[in-house]
């Protein structure tokens, strides 16, 4: 079921004016922020690496079934069978089970709203948006405020759910003589869900029992899974019981606890099944590298924001004539993308200058490239000065 609708809205070339000067100051703090971001992203993904080596050189193999004091405060690494010593229970589904962890999931059938808007240009500067609103339904593990639609009364979700998503943990979980630490419990995360039946549908609230169907795979529907409707739910359990991990970690006493190496990078990983130390180092390492890409894309993107809203009156001056703004578009996008490219891979460079100086040498001459290639453009552009000389002059 999907409905759409449309609303446009003009705004005047003054006031787009006035918007775009407001925006200079936001501009100037994204680009703040993606240079911060950069510097403190280099900076870090130095210290995990080198923090992941020093990790990786110490790291102890030992085995769970007793406690060696000779390796109180160092690095382990150990593999074996985690088990719970304790009861945990569902209140809601009426579950009592030992378990490593019980994972009520909650989902309620509810309108959603997706809008796209499209922006044209008039003559004097004018920008026309039309705004397209598309609502339909789903169902979603998150509640869904439908007061701040575009047509709230046409789709109404309910206020909350009726029931929530709850997640039980054991406090008392080892692998042999070892105890975990909330970290490394939590880290456990592989589990089969629980098949939901008539005396798991008994244990629901009065309100909700006459409306509950257990005939849908692992769910229990509240309302006809077959055809929902907002506001109707499904709830599932995930058992997560004891299993074979593998653990880098602490030893301190008689469990395992966070490691910080020297760099200040901290070493609490656990993986379902067996896996050698140097595997788990490997899988970090790439995280590390994932999660330092990731972080440069962004403050590169951040930057060319930035250098775009500041550009943006010129722009906007430039749409008294759609024609022109058409041209000042582009020129601010290609500006913005230099500027912010440039500004970026600088920031970089100074960055890891204090770390790898060979890099940084290699940046700033990337950087040097595009500066003469922009300066080779603007002289080739014609000019004045430069001018193809009229026939006959």
Known sequence: MAQQYTRTTRIGWGQRLMQSFKGILTGVILIGVAVVLLWWNEGRAVNTAKGLAEGSAAVVAITPESIDPAN???????SGQASSGETLSDSVLGVQQRAIALIREVEMFQWREDSSTETRTRAGGAEERVTTYRYRTEWSSRHIDSSRFDQPAQHRNPAAFPINAETRRSSDV?????GLSPRLIAQISQGDYLRLDESHAAALPSALQARANTEHADWL???????????DLRIRLQVIEDQPVSILARQTGNGLATHTTSRGTTIERLRAGHHSAEAMFEQMV?????????????????????????????????????ILGSIAAAGVGLVSAILGTVLSLLTIALAWLFYRPLLSIVL??????LIYLVRQRGKAQPGPDNAPAEPGG
């Open 72 to 78: 109180e405060g160092r690095l382990v690494h150990v």
């Open 174 to 178: 080892s692998v042999g003589a070892l």
């Open 221 to 231: 529907h509240i309302g006809n899974p077959m055809a929902p409707e907002v506001g």
């Open 286 to 322: 790439r995280e590390n590298t994932i999660m330092t890409w990731g972080l440069r894309v962004l403050g590169i993107v951040l930057a060319i924001t930035g250098f775009g809203m500041i550009l943006k009156p010129v722009q906007v001056v430039a749409d008294v004539l759609p």
């Open 364 to 369: 700033l001459a990337i950087c040097g490239g």
